[in-house]
């Protein structure tokens, strides 16, 4: 369903949910009772995909948010498929691109390799030093708070025109009312 409505910011929230969980379980199946490594390779592409997920989600977040934000703010009833078009490849590079620049940042500011904790798995690891906070334990947090941001600002927009919306709502046969349709803002 969402494929067919174009959204694929939350698409890429399913992906990388989807990924992380399968990468945890693995993990927890792998090392329980076990401080043995296997496969050093399956550590070095699930640590650096759990440094991803660490972006990735934050950045799906900020996807969903901002076309929410677009959808409160949108001036003219009808969207194009260009624009639906310029809105996936913008969900694209925001939701799969900069999560792997940031893989390959963060390769810069570990230490070693990976650790490997019992019944929890590997885990990636970063110094302590004054880079790694800027470039890799604040972006994450600093993508959360501009998707708090367009949070807020979505829920002002709708709020600001709810006139409008409860208008459309009783002009047409949907079997929406205002009750039902705030319930599923709040749900969104």
């Known amino acids: 369903w969402h494929m067919q409505a174009w959204n694929s910011a939350t698409c890429y929230m399913?992906?990388?949910?989807?990924?992380?969980?399968?990468?945890?379980?693995?993990?927890?199946?792998?090392?329980?009772?076990?401080?043995s490594n296997p496969?050093?390779?399956?550590?070095d592409i699930s640590t650096k995909i759990i440094v991803g997920l660490s972006m990735a989600i934050p950045l799906a977040s900020l996807c969903i948010n901002r076309r929410l934000y677009n959808i409160a703010t949108m001036q003219a009833v009808a969207?194009?498929?260009?624009?639906?078009?310029?809105?996936?490849?913008?969900?694209?590079?925001?939701?799969?691109?900069?999560?792997?620049?940031?893989?390959?940042?963060?390769?810069?500011?570990?230490?070693?390799?990976?650790?490997?904790?019992?019944?929890?798995?590997?885990?990636?690891?970063?110094?302590?030093?004054?880079?790694a906070y800027v470039l890799v334990f604040a972006p994450p947090i600093v993508v959360c708070c501009i998707s708090l941001v367009y949070c807020?600002?979505?829920?002002r927009a709708f709020i600001k025109r709810r006139a409008e919306f409860n208008e459309l709502l009783r002009s047409t046969a949907t079997g929406l009312n205002s009750t039902r349709y705030l319930r599923l803002m709040s749900l969104a």
């Open 14 to 35: 399913m992906l990388w949910t989807t990924i992380g969980s399968v990468i945890h379980i693995a993990n927890t199946i792998i090392w329980r009772d076990n401080l």
């Open 79 to 131: 969207v194009t498929k260009a624009q639906k078009k310029r809105d996936v490849i913008i969900d694209t590079l925001i939701a799969v691109l900069v999560p792997m620049i940031f893989m390959a940042v963060h390769y810069t500011m570990q230490g070693h390799r990976y650790d490997i904790i019992e019944n929890f798995g590997c885990w990636p690891t970063s110094y302590n030093t004054a880079p």
């Open 39 to 43: 496969s050093p390779t399956y550590c």
């Open 152 to 155: 807020v600002l979505s829920l």
